[in-house]
Nanobody, 118 residues
Framework: QVQLVESGGGLVQAGGSLRLSCAASGSILAIDAMAWYRQAPGKQRELVAGITTGGSTNHADSVKGRFTISRDNAKNTVYLQMNSLKPEDTAVYYC????????????WGQGTQVTVSS
């Protein structure tokens, strides 16, 4: 099992910055990749950014140049640095981990609210 705990959400004005953190515990050696997703009201959950154990990253086109995903392996933590925030970034942000525990399994955090005011 893998447990994920997010933190760092909040209310910020447009143009501001926030940094989300996701701390992993449990079977962390089984984790293959981690990612941030978001879900706005009335919309489907979408991938924001992902990072592999090797450090390769990908970012959604809508956040490229503004958001950066990174990880601190010593702290078992993944971060999402969000700059130049826009009202359309308002959503609940979820941390995701893919782990191989006999079979491929996905784990989710509880979510953290990010609200960007105009």
């Amino acid at each position: 099992q893998v447990q994920l705990v997010e933190s760092g959400g909040g209310l910020v004005q447009a143009g501001g910055s926030l940094r989300l953190s996701c701390a992993a515990s449990g079977s962390i050696l089984a984790i293959d990749a981690m990612a941030w997703y978001r879900q706005a009201p009335g919309k489907q959950r979408e991938l924001v950014a992902g990072i592999t154990t090797g450090g390769s990253t990908n970012h959604a086109d809508s956040v490229k140049g503004r958001f950066t995903i990174s990880r601190d392996n010593a702290k078992n933590t993944v971060y999402l640095q969000m700059n130049s925030l826009k009202p359309e970034d308002t959503a609940v942000y979820y941390c995701n981990a893919v782990a191989w525990l006999v079979t491929r399994r996905e784990y989710w955090g509880q979510g953290t609210q990010v609200t960007v005011s105009s």
